[in-house]
C-alpha cells in the first residue's frame, strides 16, 4: 500500500520562490501596520519574510495588489482572496471554533485529546478533520468495490 499524500491533491500551494530577475537596490519590505486583523498580518509578515513583492503576490496568487495593498489601509479581506493569498505562501485557511463556543462536555473531550497528542485545539482540530475525511474516503471506496463487484 503507498503512503497517503500530506495534502489532497487539490489543496492548492505554490510556495515562493526567488525571482530570477535582478534585483533592485532600493528593495522595500512590506510594513506591518498595527490596525489590521490577525489574517492580514500573517500574510504581510509571511511576504515579508522571504521579501515577497506584492506584484509576485498577485502573479502567484491570483489576488490584484492594489486588493492587497488596500487590506493595509481600509478593506478587509475577502474569504476566496485571503485563501488565495496564504496558499501561495504556503499556508492553508481552516477555522476552528473556541472551546467556549462548544457544549461543555465536547469542549473537555477535545482540550483531554489535544493534551494526549500534545497539540494546540486548532492542530487537534486539523487532526479529527483527516480522520474524518480519510474514514468518508474508505466508506466512498468500500461502497464502489461492493457495487462494481
Not at 491570483?62 to 489601509?73: E, L
Not at 482540550?111 to 480519510?134: C, F, H, S, Y
Request: net charge positive.
Amino acid at each position: 500500500m503507498s503512503a497517503s499524500p500530506l495534502y489532497p491533491l487539490d489543496f492548492r500551494t505554490a510556495l515562493f520562490s526567488a525571482p530570477a530577475r535582478k534585483r533592485r537596490k532600493n528593495l522595500r519590505t512590506v510594513t506591518m501596520p498595527e490596525h489590521v486583523g490577525p489574517h492580514v498580518k500573517l500574510v504581510l509578515a509571511e511576504m515579508a519574510r522571504p521579501r515577497m513583492t506584492y506584484d509576485s503576490l498577485e502573479e502567484r496568487s491570483g489576488v490584484r495588489r492594489a486588493t492587497t495593498k488596500a487590506w493595509r489601509r481600509k478593506n478587509r479581506p475577502g474569504l476566496e482572496s485571503l485563501e488565495a493569498a496564504l496558499a501561495t505562501l504556503g499556508f492553508g485557511f481552516c477555522p476552528v471554533p473556541s472551546l467556549e463556543a462548544l457544549p461543555a462536555d465536547l469542549a473537555g473531550e477535545l482540550t483531554a485529546l489535544a493534551l494526549k497528542l500534545r497539540m494546540n485545539i486548532p492542530q487537534t482540530w486539523a487532526a479529527l478533520i483527516d480522520i474524518g475525511v480519510e474514514q468518508k474516503l474508505l466508506r466512498m471506496r468500500r461502497r464502489t468495490r461492493c457495487c462494481v463487484g
